[in-house]
């Protein structure tokens, strides 16, 4: 058997917690949640919230019982009202951003952000990880059936791709549970490209397939096992990975003359994934990481050739140049006129879409347009704050 580990590590994160959120913060989130609820896109634009490098997308909907959402490539944080009841945050930590960064960083980055809109925050507290292997191996996955898989789970499902065979699913909706899949086929619509070169610096080739042996403990497993810090939990990991592999699920070789399902052989694939040192280096930490959400370059050039070349179809056009120059009139023309019918300069509505885009990227800071009343209401504090200092001799 070939078997050849790639890299291994946390792949899910979800943490919550404790503290009180700042009122002065909340009242802003509040502002800004309505502005993300405008029916205007420079309105919404503005629905941005600031935070060290961290330029979040404020949302126009809260999740279930925390009203604020804050979004970017890194965080998905969902904070409450000042009610001792719940959690200040829930945060839904990034596949990609802990593909570049080991947890236990990643909590004091969060502690640090959310010190900053609230007190007495606590540690974090794990509501939900996931563990993950990432291996090469020469074996079929689909050359065993649901009953050579041994475990306490209630579901055993096999799924297919376009009538190839995707992976295993076990447990699925349960406090754990597990998945073995084809990762090669999943980045095809995930797009996670980054994940390659780290393969290949583990020793992957370009053409082999990887495969993931994931799981998914949630925080009702975890209490049971006394691991609800992420710092105690993260000394534990082997414990999770061991108690995963050979006693809640196992991957066997049935034996047809002895009914005694316990008593089958364990599969050698198995047996190499339940070995893994959890102590030891996972792989290699992308270099590369940005906390906004801008498409890369081939995204982008993949829908500017696909319009262009749709356009040149349409007119029997195949030059390339000609092609593209008549495109941008077109584009130029169109809205132009689209100014024109709203009643506004076409580079207003160009800056509007962009800041538009720039609040979704988490790319640009738009400052919020300033109301009449309130710039009236500064001119008079910036009035009094002029008379009160020369009243003083200019002091």
């Not at 610096?201 to 799981?215: D, S």
Request: hydrophobic share 35%.
């Amino acid at each position: 058997m070939v078997f050849k580990p790639l890299r291994w590590g946390v792949d899910s994160l979800y943490l919550s917690f404790d503290g009180e959120l700042n009122a002065d913060v909340e009242k802003e989130l509040q502002k800004l949640k309505q502005a993300a609820q405008s029916s205007e896109e420079p309105e919404q634009a503005c629905a941005q919230f600031a935070l060290e490098d961290h330029l979040f997308e404020v949302k126009d909907k809260g999740s279930g019982l925390f009203p604020y959402v804050l979004d970017d490539n890194a965080f998905r944080i969902q904070l409450s009202r000042r009610n001792k009841r719940l959690p200040m945050a829930y945060v839904k930590v990034s596949s990609a951003y802990l593909s570049s960064k080991r947890p236990c960083d990643i909590e004091d980055d969060l502690l640090w952000l959310l010190c900053q809109v609230g007190t007495n925050v606590d540690p974090a507290k794990v509501s939900r990880i996931d563990l993950y292997l990432d291996f090469v191996c020469d074996i079929s996955m689909e050359s065993w059936t649901r009953a050579a898989w041994l475990t306490r789970a209630s579901s055993v499902n096999a799924y297919a791709i376009d009538n190839e065979f995707s992976g295993w699913s076990i447990g699925q909706g349960g406090v754990l549970s597990c998945r073995l899949y084809d990762k090669t086929l999943e980045l095809e619509k995930s797009k996670k490209y980054y994940l390659q070169p780290l393969w290949t610096e583990r020793g992957w080739k370009a053409g082999e397939r990887v495969w993931r042996l994931e799981f998914q403990f949630r925080r009702e497993v975890l209490t049971q096992k006394g691991l609800s810090e992420l710092s105690g939990m993260l000394r534990h990991l082997n414990g999770l990975w061991s108690y995963a592999t050979t006693e809640w699920l196992k991957l066997t070789m049935p034996n047809p003359d002895d009914q005694t399902r316990s008593r089958w052989p364990i599969h050698p694939l198995w047996i190499a994934l339940a070995s893994i040192d959890w102590e030891t280096d996972g792989g290699p930490l992308s270099k590369r990481f940005s906390p906004n959400r801008a498409p890369q370059d081939a995204t982008l050039c993949r829908f500017a050739f696909s319009a262009l070349t749709s356009f040149m179809a349409r007119e029997g056009e195949f030059d390339f140049w000609r092609g593209w120059s008549l495109l941008r009139e077109i584009v130029e023309d169109h809205y132009q006129q689209r100014a024109e019918f709203e009643g506004i300069p076409f580079e207003q509505l160009v800056e509007e879409k962009v800041r538009f885009k720039g609040r979704k990227f988490n790319t640009l800071f738009n400052p919020a347009p300033v109301s009449e009343e309130e710039l009236a209401e500064r001119e008079a504090e910036a009035f009094e704050r002029e008379y009160r200092k020369q009243s003083r001799g200019g002091w």
